[in-house]
Nanobody, 115 residues
Framework: QAQLVETGGGAVQAGGSLKLSCVAS????????MRWYRQPPGKPREWVAS???????DYVDSVAGRFTISRDNRKNTVHLQMNSLKPDDTAAYYC?????????WGQGTQVIVSA
């Protein structure tokens, strides 16, 4: 079993920055691929960024160049640095970890970007 806890959400004006963090804990050991997803109000959840067990990253086009995903394996933590935020980035952001075919999700953290 694994538990994921996201922090760092909040309200910011357009053009601002936020850094989300997701800490993994529980009985599972090892390093696994991790992702960030988001769910805007009234819309389905969408993938935002991925990082594999090393340093390979990938981003949805709408955030590429503005968001950076990174991980600290010693602290079982993945981060999402979000710069140049836009109102369209307003959403609940969720952390995901895949372990042997099982999906683990955090509870989400809210990001609100005002114009």
């Amino acid at each position: 079993q694994a538990q994921l806890v996201e922090t760092g959400g909040g309200a910011v004006q357009a053009g601002g920055s936020l850094k989300l963090s997701c800490v993994a804990s529980g009985s599972i050991t090892g390093i696994y691929p991790m992702r960030w997803y988001r769910q805007p109000p009234g819309k389905p959840r969408e993938w935002v960024a991925s990082i594999d067990t090393g340093i390979k990253t990938d981003y949805v086009d709408s955030v590429a160049g503005r968001f950076t995903i990174s991980r600290d394996n010693r602290k079982n933590t993945v981060h999402l640095q979000m710069n140049s935020l836009k109102p369209d980035d307003t959403a609940a952001y969720y952390c995901w970890m895949g372990v042997g075919g099982f999906d683990y999700w955090g509870q989400g953290t809210q990001v609100i970007v005002s114009a």
